[in-house]
């Protein structure tokens, strides 16, 4: 009778609460129609540029529905190569076998050039071995390991992650203990309140920022082709966005299990659209929706500098993005304090 008694008891703390209700039944089909979306996406289609005297290489590159391009010199080709406007370039002339010179820097793009590249090779000469080509690289190498590759992608989600969630439960303990309530009794602003919350978490937030970066580089030696100055800036930045993202979504928490709840609605799409998976396999409507996304940014920048060693030409547009969502996430936290003070 009592065990009966606990059990309507926990049935009703259920039922006042929908929103666990419907997460615990709508979050787990969300992440598995993304997890759909994402694994049986279409293949990747490469782009290959062709230069010097291979027209029966590019016919039967394009026969293996690759999307061939032509360049009068190796000059527009290495340039287009150096912008990701194509995966790599194949060199033929009087050789035996073609140069390929890959861009490297996606695993994905690789393995599908080379495949469709064997295709094309054994296609010339049926029934002969394929010739072997030379292949050299713009970004990279082929001793890289998968972990060098996924590495800068990996480092922004483990820093977005746990940022989000520490900072988002940390918060939420400030209203729940009445810290909060008792602050936002006094004369003091709500902009100076978020400000001085962002501030104090953020240099823990930074400190581990910078625990996370280091190690991955200098311990596990995760490849690192540009400069460490900038990789601190945009795990900075990132860090900072996850800090007033969390403390923003936790004024919409009442405890610590309804802000992990948030964890399959905001922290998985993000991965998945950071570009961990090439995105050009997703459907259009899906990869349109990295441009929402503060991981996708950092992700990118973070792969141009760590693997295509670029600099700040290269990740400018990410730096002032993420310092947007910031600013963004900041004021909406300002004015999401006008549901625990009563003006």
Sequence with gaps: MRTWAIMLRILRQFRRDKRTVALMFIAPLLVLTLMNLVFNGKDYVPRIGITGNSTALAAMLEKQDAKVIVYDSSDQAEKALQGQEIDAVVSAGNHKAPA???????????????????????GQNPGADAAKP???????????????????????FFIFFFVFLIAGVAFLRERTTGTLERLLASPVRRSEIVLGYVGGFGLFTIAQ??????????VLGIVMAGSFGYVLLLTLLLSLTALTLGTLLSAYANNELQMIQFIPLIIVPQLFLSGLFNLDTLPDWLAACRVVMPMYYGAQGLSDVMIRGQGWSAIAQSVYVLLGFCLLFTVLNILALRKHRKI
Excluded: C, F
């Design 134 to 156: 030379e292949i050299t690289y713009l970004h990279g190498s082929g001793d890289m390991s998968t972990i060098d590759h996924l590495g800068p992608v990996l480092i922004g």
């Design 100 to 122: 390929i010179r890959l861009e490297g820097s996606d695993p994905t793009a690789n393995r599908s050039v080379m495949e469709l590249m064997q295709s094309a090779l054994s």
């Design 209 to 218: 920022a910078l625990l996370i970066t280091w190690y991955s580089i200098k």
